[in-house]
């Protein structure tokens, strides 16, 4: 599923068709980001927004004195999330809580009964919030629905005049889809617990529901095993979660509303496993850990670290029997991933002689009907341990059991097939949040579109929803966050809301909030972007630094384009590593250009876009004495220098808007040389592209004379 | 020990005397920030200073592949070290570290032996470190050496054109004081143990050595007592550290090289324990639960709330036995801190029958001597648990036991008086963090200055150093962090560098890495900042506060001025709760115009002074819309106009500067009204003060004509 390549996306970096323009000023009108339901003026920075909201009287202003009382069903988890919600409402607003005591304002958390013993796919979720001046009532049907509605009220408070307050209202809400996931690659980069509980956190926030933990790769295997200890002894770097720190974050997920989908990938990307187990690859070994990243397309293939499991060993289905036996009791939920790629099989498979007799043997006419037999093995010793299949696409086969859940990383129609075969399907294409692709093009894809959406009612039941995908080549613990947030958010809002909520004008003003309310949920990503931004000023004016990293962006898609070569040890500590995968910034020149472009800017617009060129024409005036002097900003020197020439032909345009040149002649030869100007400027420089080019190709093609 | 008033300090927010001028200009431009023996252009911002340094040829250039290896003496707090060390490192450069292999350039620890059990006052914290191109050796005589020295190699690596980078040096360092502590007050606000834990690192970072733990105070009592369990049941509001958590901080300090000296304060501010246990108490109860703040002297005595022990019971001498024998097993420590204060005491003890009879029958002539009875009946008990007593300066009497070490908070008279009685002594006065004074002010007390200074080299011995002091009155768990750091520091390097480390422009400069490293080190003041300025920016624009914040300090000295009233539960949410204690950009500012008016500026000084100058003007049209939106920020509207008026003044001397006036009698006019305008403009508002405010005020002194 590695091989997803995201053409149709590609646009930063690009000289746009100039039929953008038109787009651009389009979007950054477009309004509504309240349901129809609620006054205007009324705050509703909540992400995913809810179902139904009505308008009350009056609001309820929170201060020290106020109560939150659990009531209905009782457990442990109820209180501590109790403690949590005024952890966060203390983050958020200062206020220390006074010992309880009678007749204060009450947060009443009414809950009905219990949810299952093991987290299902079908929980509950629904709830039900009445604020009142004096009372906030929140009602649901279980635990679940309750931590889901206690982050719709951290949400909603927000500063008022009389204090932090949350207008009266009602909402009812409930998900659209039961499986709104979030699948982090501890594989390639190890992905340290306290970030995997983090972002435990951030999906509570926004009320996402699945952790797909993707626990081994070619390079490292990352659980314990106390059956097979050489499976983390020699295929980790050391570098793994011991089994009490896998049961600790399922149930710190748990205790969130999360499940934990475990995923241990097989045939291919197993070489990890292959190093402390050799008898288990289809290689003659010896094996070695894998360092290198990327896709295995852009490297010669290196049998050492690029084997796949041996499907024709008995020996391997005894050992992942017991393997699986061993990692079913650990992981609680229903499914149990197996990915199920085998890229590396198929070449192997294709050639090796052992391989070949045994497809003889039994019949089997290539690797694929081998891939098959291996699936359809594995299978059965999952269902034998209690335990659901999971896999990519791959695994759809004709005769693959219907109980067999299938992750889409194709597309829509790959989707809509599983569903219409039976199977529950979940989507992860268009959600690859690793691509650095814009939130805007996450939240456009619908699981229910195109195909998907034109199946019958009970095919498309299938469709459980959907999951974020963040492959780590490029991200390490250090850096995860500030690429999974927000825009992850836009992906859960997606999977929640009704589908009609689909304005990203809205949703970009909301993801905004969320951004700083991922603070006060304990997400430190913000200050991790900070620290890391540390690194890079200590030559240079930090301020000029933040102006050229707040307009570029990483490049869209897997090749990083630069010289840096990659493997699982190289410092992540350069600019393209750590500035946001969508400048906001640039996305607000783009609109303000567009409009400018297409004639409806006001007076506002044309300020800013002349001061913001500005700033951008001078910055490396400031930041070119010192970028040479530190060996992580050097490469910035010519960035910082096209930065200034963008800028300058960006102004050159806003310049001759307002001093027209002589004939439509002239005007033409001026955007041909400046948009080969801006073509050559904007050349992708340390692995970064300019978030603003698109904006400023905008403004030089408008010009009419 | 709080009544401490520091009016020789005051000066913020008043009108100076225009002799400040020149030292505002003079001390800007003192230089020397590194030892002599080290070349001027070589990185050296480290802090403390070290002892001793000599350069050497070359730099050690850090890459992913190097080792860090212990050596000689082996025990698990090193490899913890190690791990710290480490990961310090990966926070600092985004290294991630390959797998060990043989060949690399190495860091190499050599211990030589232990160190004591439980750590000593006097344990030997020299090392030595060699850095050449392949290899650095550190080398001390034991682990904590070894912890002190591992914190400088961290803060000497730099950003060089290489890559991170250590010069070639020769390192030799030793404290000059065996006591380098920190107080913090955890009885006003409960501080947090991941706080407590922080605080460690931030204290190990810059080799402080004592945790001075205040754990019991009117407002609450914060231990877990298992004995007498209604301590913290009734005296905490239920905030309390449980044993469990005392004995892991203790063991994280351990591993920092940093002893926990517990205080529990008797015989007053103990009114917490009376609660759960009102037959201790001096008046006749019923007893509760102190939420007020503030001093004893600004408020009328209540007995419920301010009573002391009661000195005559036999019952209270066996409560306290019983209490000393529980928390000395808990605290390893050799020193029982008492505190000693008295204040309330004093009060009740001379009118309260009861006390009257007692010591007319044992002829005492006053409290006074009452209060010594007691004291004297406590150390015996603390003795008879193997530990010796601490007091602050009031159990200072003649016959104190030697053994009793004293902690002045009265000055260095009484230190010396301390000393030459024999008691082992310890300098607060003059490091009191909560009174949000400069860094330099705090940098400037010596504990070796004035009658300590001269006394006699045996007495002087006594002297073991001093702690810096954190009163909780006006800090939270949130706020705590922001105003220990990065000031404590100065502190720190009083204490351990030689004593002709005293340049306050060197301490500045390094303070500023320093506050960098402290996020490396694990501690987040920065971002817990930031974090509560976006409280404040949800109704303007963040740049704009951030200007406003960034010029402002927080009263000196305790009275807040404001008409907000403050108990232990207020929140502290405001901006002048979170701005940092001391401006740097007002330093900054103000040693720009002290060398403006002195006629010693370059053409750099008046170009930034006029650029701030207008930012500051102009800044509140940008606030004044949106400020009086949020409750938090409505008291901020005076305040951003006054900074405007402030600033204009600025202005208008500049400009008078450039356009002399006709005489020297019209200048003296303006001078006269501008200053008027400049005080009114000052006036403390929103319990903020302007750090600008003695730079404008020299610039208008400057006029001539």
């Known amino acids: 599923m590695l091989s997803y390549r995201p053409q149709m996306w590609c646009s930063a970096g ?51 004195g106020f109560d939150v009382v659990l009531s209905g069903y009782q457990e442990p988890r109820l209180d501590r999330a109790r403690m949590r919600f005024l952890q966060h409402l203390r983050r958020k607003t200062g206020i220390l809580q006074w010992p309880q005591a009678s007749g204060l304002p009450q947060i009443v958390v009414e809950t009905k009964s219990s949810s299952a013993a093991v987290q299902q796919v079908s929980e509950d979720e629904s709830y039900r919030i009445d604020v009142t001046p004096m009372k906030i009532v929140l009602t649901a049907a279980n635990p679940i629905g309750a931590l889901r509605g206690l982050q719709t009220i951290l949400q909603l408070i927000h500063t008022t005049p009389q204090g932090f307050a949350i207008a009266a209202m009602q909402i009812e809400d409930k998900p659209r889809f039961p499986w709104r996931g979030l699948m982090i690659d501890s594989g390639r980069h190890f992905i340290t617990p306290d970030v995997i509980r983090q972002t435990l956190d951030g999906m509570e926030l926004v009320k996402m529901n699945v952790l797909h933990w993707h626990l081994a790769d070619d390079q490292g295997f990352r659980v314990e095993s106390k059956v097979f200890p050489r499976l983390q002894g020699m295929g980790s770097d050391g570098q793994f979660y011991t089994q009490e720190e896998v049961r600790s974050i399922v149930a710190y997920a748990r205790d969130r509303g999360i499940r934990v989908l475990p995923e241990f990938e097989m045939p291919s990307h197993a070489s990890s496993w292959f190093v402390g187990y050799p008898e288990l690859g289809d290689s003659k070994g010896p094996y070695r850990l894998k360092h290198a990243l990327g896709q295995s397309w852009e490297r010669p293939r290196d049998a050492a670290e690029d084997s796949s499991m041996d499907p024709t060993q008995e020996s391997t289905y005894k050992f992942l029997d017991r393997f699986v036996g061993e990692m079913s009791s650990l992981f609680p939920d229903i499914y149990f991933h197996i990915g199920g790629d085998a890229e590396d099989a198929m070449i192997e498979w294709k050639t090796n002689p052992r391989m070949k007799q045994y497809m003889d043997a039994h019949g089997m006419k290539d690797p694929a009907a081998l891939q098959t037999y291996f699936d359809q093995r594995v299978e059965k010793l999952i269902a034998k341990h209690g335990k659901r299949m999971m896999g990519w696409d791959e695994v759809l086969q004709p005769d693959t059991p219907k109980s067999v859940a299938i992750q889409s990383w194709r597309g829509l129609d790959s989707l809509a097939k599983s569903a219409a075969s039976g199977h529950p399907a979940v989507l992860s294409w268009g959600y690859y949040l690793d691509l650095n692709e814009p939130a805007s093009r996450h939240y456009a894809v619908d699981p229910l579109a195109d195909a998907a959406g034109a199946l019958p009612e009970a095919q498309r039941a299938n469709i459980l929803g959907g999951e974020a995908a963040m492959w780590s080549e490029y991200v390490t613990a250090e850096t995860i966050s500030g ?162 020439r963008v800028a300058s032909i960006g102004l050159a345009a806003l310049e001759r808007m307002n001093h027209p040149g002589a004939s439509a002649a002239d005007a033409e030869t001026f955007k041909k040389n400046q948009l080969a100007a801006l073509k050559t400027a904007s050349a992708q420089t340390a692995e970064l592209n300019f978030a603003i080019t698109p904006g400023v190709e905008a403004l030089v093609s408008a010009i009419q004379r």
């Not at 038109?22 to 909540?46: E, I, R």
């Not at 949920?521 to 933040?546: C, I, K």
């Not at 303000?592 to 001061?611: P, T, Y």
């Open 483 to 644: 690429r999974l947030w927000p825009r992850a958010a836009a992906v859960a809002e997606r999977l929640w809301s009704p589908r009609e909520v689909s304005d990203s004008a809205s949703m970009y003003r909301r993801l905004d909030t969320i951004a700083q309310e991922l603070t006060y949920a304990g997400v430190p990503y913000v200050a991790a972007r900070a620290s890391a931004y540390d690194r890079l000023t200590t030559t240079v004016p930090a301020a000029a630094l933040n102006v050229l990293a707040s307009v570029v962006e990483p490049p869209r898609g897997y090749p990083r384009g630069g010289s840096r070569t990659y493997d699982s040890f190289s410092p992540l500590n350069r600019l393209s590593d750590v500035v946001p995968a969508e400048s906001d910034l640039g996305r607000e020149f783009c609109a303000v250009a567009g409009r400018i472009a297409s004639h409806s800017a006001n007076a506002e617009d044309l300020k800013d876009a002349q001061k913001w060129l500005e700033q951008w024409r001078d910055n490396d005036t400031l930041l070119a004495p010192g970028l040479g002097q530190s060996a992580l900003t050097a490469e910035l020197v010519p960035l910082s220098k096209n930065l200034s």
């Open 14 to 64: 690009v000289i746009l068709a100039s039929s953008l323009v038109s787009a651009l000023a389009q979007s950054a009108v477009t309004a509504s980001p309240n349901p129809p339901s609620l006054p205007k003026q009324a705050t509703l920075a909540v992400l995913p927004m809810p179902s139904h909201v009505t308008a009350g009287t009056g609001q309820f202003v929170f201060d020290r």
